[in-house]
């Protein structure tokens, strides 16, 4: 694709030949998402492609569909990865005790 200075999620600072990024995205060329508020200092900011799924018994499979009948018996991480996206995008993994998107609610 065409070629976006920046990402396109930022402005060029020429003085300084620096991107400033918007909000919500960091890295030398704006390239990579941000985790909401550093995830509030209780969790860490993972990318998608690291991350596993289906920890909770049943917790992703509803019986919809084949392919994803593995899941639910344990953590997994799929073969192939089919997100174009997974090693850009980004999101909180709240340590134990702390939920919510950017790990900001204590749990009762």
């Not at 694709?1 to 930022?10: L, Q, S, T």
């Not at 060329?29 to 995830?39: T, V």
Request: aromatic share 12%; with cysteine; glycine share 14%.
């Amino acid at each position: 694709h065409k070629y976006a200075e920046c990402a396109n999620m930022g402005e060029c600072d020429r003085e300084l030949g620096e991107c400033e990024c918007f909000k919500g995205y960091e890295g030398k060329a704006c390239g990579r998402q941000s985790c909401p508020n550093d995830c509030s200092g209780h969790g860490t900011c993972e990318y998608m492609r690291d991350l596993q799924f289906g920890i909770v018994y049943n917790e992703y499979y509803d019986g919809s569909s084949p392919a994803l009948s593995g899941l639910g018996s344990g953590g997994m991480k799929f073969e192939q990865d089919y997100n174009w996206d997974s090693d850009r995008a980004r999101l909180c993994v709240c340590d134990a005790g702390w939920t919510g998107l950017s790990c900001e609610d204590r749990m009762c």
